[in-house]
């Protein structure tokens, strides 16, 4: 119980954040992004033409940039990809996925450590050639 | 003359008639492999090459980060695309292109909202990159690359133009230096572009097929683009209804693939109208089933549909041919 009111109170202090906009010269744009768990397409929200802004993290399904980001849920599918990059938040439930076990639906099929590794075994190139 | 324009006129609303009478076909798979690949997510719409090599705009923290992915068929195969340090955190992602033979560019805008190109070769490196001269106030939405190397670029006016071209469409040719080779306004206008708005997806998208053309998808016509610049028809089709916007066009072999989506609760519901690229006739709807999937990433004549899903962890392809 108590683990599930902590979850609740950092998904509702990622929203407090965030309000769901984008920063003035990002563009709020409904974008087809392709879900981790099945496959599937989904509708989200993005922050396109972000530079500045701080980023977003993929566990949530709408995706609102600036300052924090937003959890919306009940939505049947997180979207969690690789994590070549991860946004602080995402350590943040990172941690709190690994302290509890009952909060393991917020996580989803997709697996970074596998990517990476099939990445390693399957890519043509890892790093850029600087200019 | 007249005759020929009433024919054209007859053939075009008869055309439009046999949409509205269509009923979607269920697709169903005749295939489905299991690939190596984990699961992963990505942002925007997954695009292919002629030897159905598929290529995705990875999704990582930010929407703006330029990293690519493409797989072979197999999964056997991997390339990343990734921008150079001084320009990965400067920049943000727009648009990417992929050629029938699997060529790679991506269109990038800096803090100045000026449209930048960079070309990569087969292993993934950068191996060009120049900023497109376009006029001041654009802001980019679409490239494709030409086999002659040519750029097509497609954009609209930002909140910050004056008054008069505010969200107006820009279109242009450009060399791969980013020299401004042609304006085409006349086919600005007619495609109508827009920026995206908040509520629905855009109903703008490109791609270039094998047989050298640009084609231009607006919410009610495709438009198909020389490499001269030279808009040679206009494809008009009529969706399976108003709630449905036209999010991707696909080509293959003189056919043309164009998605029909709107949000379901939770995931998007999907319609493909496949028409004649030649002359416009439709030649089936069809619509994605729970075998499937709704992520169709590659579209072909021969084969149909293919589709990608993910299972266990895994990503697994689903073909599902035309009937």
């Not at chain 2, 802001?139 to 690359?145: E, G």
């Not at chain 2, 998808?217 to 209804?241: C, D, H, M, N, Y």
């Not at chain 2, 021969?302 to 993910?310: T, V």
Request: proline share 5%; hydrophobic share 35%.
């Amino acid at each position: 119980m108590k683990r599930a009111f902590l979850v609740l109170v950092l998904l509702s202090s990622s929203s407090y954040l965030a309000h769901g906009d984008c920063q003035a010269e990002e563009s709020l744009t409904v974008l087809r992004t392709t879900c981790a768990c099945n496959g599937n397409t989904l509708f989200v929200n993005v922050c396109t033409r972000n530079i500045n802004g701080l980023g977003c993290d993929s566990s949530g399904q709408q995706q609102t940039c600036g300052l924090g980001c937003t959890y919306i849920t009940a939505v049947g599918c997180n979207a969690r990809g690789p994590k070549i990059l991860t946004g602080s938040l995402v350590h943040q439930l990172d941690s709190l996925v690994i302290k509890t076990d009952k909060v393991a639906a917020l996580t989803c099929s997709s697996d970074n450590r596998a990517f990476e590794k099939w990445l390693m075994e399957t890519s043509s190139v890892r790093r850029t050639k600087p200019l | 003359m007249f005759s020929v324009l009433l024919v054209l006129l007859m053939s075009g609303l008869m055309a439009q008639d046999a949409v509205k009478q269509m009923s979607p076909r269920p697709l169903k798979s005749s295939h489905e492999v299991a690939l190596p690949v984990p699961s992963f997510s990505s942002y925007g719409d997954p695009q292919c090459d002629e030897n159905l090599a598929m290529y995705h705009h990875l999704w990582t923290d930010k929407y703006g980060r330029t990293i690519l992915l493409r797989f072979s068929q197999s999964g056997d195969e991997s390339t990343l695309y990734k921008l150079p340090e001084e320009f990965a955190e400067s920049t943000s992602f727009v648009d990417f292109s992929v050629t029938p033979r699997g060529d790679v560019e991506a269109l990038v805008i800096d803090q100045e909202f000026h449209p930048i190109i960079f070309g990569f070769d087969s292993e993934g490196h950068v191996s060009s990159h120049a900023r497109l001269e376009t006029p001041e106030h654009v802001t980019a939405q679409h490239i494709n690359v030409f086999p002659n190397g040519t750029v097509f670029f497609s954009g609209y006016y930002r909140s910050d133009a004056p008054a008069a071209l505010v969200d107006r469409g820009y279109v242009g040719l450009f060399q791969t230096s980013g020299k401004l080779l042609k304006r085409l306004d006349r086919l600005s206008e007619k495609a109508k572009l827009e920026p995206p708005g908040p509520g629905r997806p855009a109903e703008s998208a490109t791609t270039i097929g094998r047989d050298g053309n640009v084609y231009l998808l607006t919410a009610t016509k495709v438009l198909v683009i020389s490499p001269s610049g030279k808009l040679q028809r206009e494809i008009a089709f009529t969706k399976p209804s108003p709630e449905f916007s036209a999010i991707t066009v696909q080509y293959s072999d003189g056919w043309l693939a164009i998605s029909f989506a709107k949000s379901g609760k939770p995931e998007v519901l999907v319609q493909y109208l496949v028409v004649n690229a030649s002359d416009g006739s439709p030649l089936g709807l069809y619509e994605p089933t729970e075998e499937t999937g709704n992520n169709n990433v590659c579209f072909s004549r021969h084969n149909g549909f293919l589709f990608l899903k993910s299972e266990q962890g895994r990503v697994k392809l689903v073909t599902a041919p035309l009937r």
